[in-house]
């Protein structure tokens, strides 16, 4: 089992920033695949950014790529996402996900462990 905890959620005016944070437990962190998905009221739960395990890999959503970065501090057995020029379409719940196997990653379906989430909120 894996367990995750999601943190860093707010209240934002667009154009600010925010960073997200995820504490993994239950597993050797550097042997997880770990992704950040969203899900905003009303709507389904869809991709945002990925790490891969091992290995230095990591991929956006077109919606977010060259303002979210995706990070892992595998000593401390935690994701983060750093969420830079937030618009208020960015308003949603975050979810952390996290697996030991090959995903197709963008696919929330295929993750086995999730958070609880966090609230980020982007006023205008």
């Known amino acids: 089992q894996v367990q995750l905890i999601e943190s860093g959620g707010g209240l934002v005016q667009a154009g600010g920033s925010l960073r997200l944070s995820c504490a993994a437990s239950?597993?050797?962190?550097?042997?997880?695949?770990m992704g950040w998905f969203r899900q905003a009221p009303g709507k389904e739960r869809v991709f945002v950014a990925f790490?891969?395990?091992?290995?230095?890999?990591?991929y956006y959503s077109s919606s977010v790529k060259g303002r979210f970065t995706i990070s892992r501090d595998n000593a401390n057995n935690t994701l983060y996402l750093q969420m830079n020029n937030l618009k208020r379409e960015d308003t949603a719940v975050y979810y952390c996900?996290?697996?030991?196997?090959?995903?197709?990653?963008?696919?929330?379906?295929?993750?086995?462990?999730w958070g609880q989430g966090t609230q980020v909120t982007v006023s205008s």
């Open positions: 239950g597993r050797t962190f550097g042997n997880l695949h």
């Open positions: 996900a996290a697996d030991q196997s090959y995903l197709r990653y963008t696919r929330p379906q295929e993750w086995d462990y």
């Open positions: 790490s891969a395990r091992r290995e230095e890999l990591t």
